[in-house]
């Protein structure tokens, strides 16, 4: 079974300041990984992911992820934040041959300051 | 906008009743998710159903059940309910490829 561990709760920023919000996961087998952001009484919006091929993948506004497989991270960043980008962030994960459901991370608080 | 609609967005009801919460899906997905969100829990998968049938099951309690109709909507019911059931409730849709799920907008429950 898969499982994912976010590791901050919260991470409070300057605008304009670079960001990374940090993900592992277990899984024995091969996987798909998700980032999904949540803004305030919204659904969730898919940020990027990692299918397959290059490891850096760069999502929607401004966001990328690098897939490391020997340290089973997926972890997100941006150069510069915007005041815009507060919100809650997932990581998620399927098994590639067992993609029934999505597990996702607790996720991440991200708060940017003016 | 994800093409994934849920009703009622609001929802308040009293300790022991029985709500339904619907899910109208993407055009053309097959596949249909619900999930549960609260504070001490987090983002937790319930079931999914794939062209009408239960395909996978997670943290679903017994007194709650989900269906999925021929023309695709889904629909969660949850009976005799608790205040802990208190939560957002999301809706996903996905296609057959399974690599991206697409979220509606969610349904809050409140129980009082």
């Known amino acids: 079974a898969q499982s994912v561990t976010q590791l901050d709760s919260q991470v409070p920023v300057f605008e304009e300041a670079p960001v990374e919000l940090r993900c592992n996961y277990s899984s024995s087998v091969s996987v798909y990984l998700f980032w999904y952001v949540q803004y305030p009484n919204q659904g969730l919006q898919l940020l990027l992911k990692?299918?397959?091929?290059?490891?850096l993948v760069k999502g929607i506004n401004g966001f990328e992820a690098e897939f490391n497989k020997s340290q089973t991270s997926f972890h997100l960043r941006k150069p510069s934040v915007h005041i815009s980008d507060t919100a809650e962030y997932f990581c998620a994960v399927s098994d590639q041959r067992n993609t029934d459901k999505l597990i996702f991370g607790t996720g991440t608080r991200l708060q940017v300051f003016p | 906008d994800s093409g994934v609609t849920q009703t009622p967005k609001h929802l308040i009801t009293a300790t022991g009743q029985r709500v339904t919460l619907r899910c109208s899906p993407r055009?053309?997905?097959?596949?249909v998710y619900w999930y549960q969100q609260s504070l001490d829990q987090g983002l937790q998968f319930l079931i999914q159903y794939y062209n009408g049938e239960e395909r996978a099951k997670g943290n679903i309690l017994e007194r709650f059940s989900a269906q999925q109709f021929p023309d695709l909507h889904s629909e969660l019911n949850l009976s005799s309910l608790e205040l802990g059931d208190s939560a957002l409730y999301f809706c996903?849709?996905?296609?057959?490829?399974?690599?991206?799920?697409?979220f509606g907008q969610g349904t809050r429950l409140t129980v009082v």
């Open positions: 055009s053309g997905d097959l596949s």
């Open positions: 996903a849709s996905s296609d057959d490829r399974y690599t991206e799920a697409f």
């Open positions: 990692y299918l397959s091929g290059s490891t």
